[in-house]
Nanobody
Framework: QVQLVESGGGLVQPGGSLRLSCAASRSISAYAMGWYRQAPGKQRELVASVSSGRSTNYVNSVKGRFTISRDNAKNTVYLQMNSLKSEDTAVYYC??????????????WGQGTQVTVSS
């Protein structure tokens, strides 16, 4: 079992930036890590993932705007979000998994962090 704690969300104007963090209760070095989001009335979607070897994947809607990274020494994964749009508004969650292409995601969900993009 692992606990994941997301932070860094908030209210930001369109075009602004936020950096999300996800701290894990134990080592993540052997795992793929991912950021998901869930908007009201919509299914949870995977927006970015990073392998244990630091390969990355992004959903098309965030390519060029979001960057996922990891600091294994701190058991933390980050999501840098730039040029935010109103459609990025959602609760953001992180998760971990095994393998790559595809990843077998675990079912460890934190409380999430709310991101609201609005003027």
């Amino acid at each position: 079992q692992v606990q994941l704690v997301e932070s860094g969300g908030g209210l930001v104007q369109p075009g602004g930036s936020l950096r999300l963090s996800c701290a894990a209760s134990r080592s993540i070095s052997a795992y793929a890590m991912g950021w998901y989001r869930q908007a009201p009335g919509k299914q949870r979607e995977l927006v970015a993932s990073v392998s244990s070897g630091r390969s990355t994947n992004y959903v098309n809607s965030v390519k060029g705007r979001f960057t996922i990274s990891r600091d294994n020494a701190k058991n933390t994964v980050y999501l840098q979000m730039n040029s935010l749009k109103s459609e990025d508004t959602a609760v953001y969650y992180c998760n971990l998994g095994t393998g790559w292409g595809p990843v077998k995601w675990k079912d460890y969900w934190g409380q999430g962090t709310q991101v609201t993009v609005s003027s």
